[in-house]
């Protein structure tokens, strides 16, 4: 695939997917799932929440990073496994400032964009995905031209670092009941930044 991003098929076995999904059970619980709005006003279909000192929020007033839930609570911490798995792929000492929970039920989707709400792009983002298999798609750095998607299954962990932190991708769709991991079917992704806005 693209230079920068690794994909690691498969890193997590059965019992560490059962593992990760009961820990973001109790990240839900502490901080529910919302359809992010967008700027437009439009309500995405992908429902998220957030783990960690910074959270990802979308609302009429714009994107950001803010160290609460829409409610006013404080995000969780981020658990520890997930964390394992951020060491284990990147090697880094520092850890993440969030880890955002997106969940996909059947015909949800994420369109093309960039990540750039962090403050250095230098950290890569971590990847992993659970439950149903998405097709996921990378582009470019500029917007529009040749693209390339690949289907993540349950237990795939991406890294994309270097060349392809600031590439346009996107969720096309997924295969909704192409795993039982979830009781009711979806798909669940954790991705991992450091957001390093100095704070
Ligand atoms: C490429 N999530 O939350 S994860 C997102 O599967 C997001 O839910 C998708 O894009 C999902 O922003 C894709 C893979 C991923 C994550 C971060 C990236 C790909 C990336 C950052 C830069 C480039
Ligand atoms: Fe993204």
Redesign the pocket.
Same mark, same amino acid.
């Given at each position: 695939m693209l230079r920068g991003v690794e994909v690691y098929s498969g890193l997590l076995d059965g019992a560490e997917q059962a593992a990760l999904l009961a820990e973001i059970r109790g990240v839900a619980a502490a901080a529910p799932m919302v359809h992010p709005v967008m700027r437009s006003g439009k309500q995405m279909s @992908?429902r998220m929440t957030s783990a960690g000192r910074l959270g990802w929020v979308s609302d009429q007033g714009g994107y950001r990073y803010q160290r609460h839930h829409p409610s006013g609570v404080p995000w969780p911490p981020i658990p520890a496994p997930v964390l394992d798995i951020w060491h284990r792929v990147t090697g880094l000492a520092r850890m993440p400032d969030c880890c $955002?929970v997106?969940f996909y039920s059947e015909g949800a989707r $994420?369109g093309m964009?960039q990540?750039r709400d962090e403050g250095n792009f230098d950290w890569p @983002?971590v990847?992993v995905?659970l439950g149903d298999e998405?097709l996921?798609r990378?582009g470019n750095i500029e917007r529009g031209g040749k693209t390339e998607s690949i289907w %993540?299954r349950s237990g795939d962990v %991406?890294v994309?670092g270097g060349a392809?932190? $600031?590439?346009h991708?996107?969720?096309d769709r997924i295969r909704f009941g192409t795993s039982t991991l979830l009781p009711k079917g979806g798909r669940i992704?954790l991705?991992l930044r450091v957001v390093d806005q100095g704070s």
């Open positions: @992908v $955002l997106n $994420l964009h990540d @983002v990847s995905s998405g996921f990378v %993540l %991406l994309m392809a932190r $600031l590439v991708h996107g969720v992704n991705t």
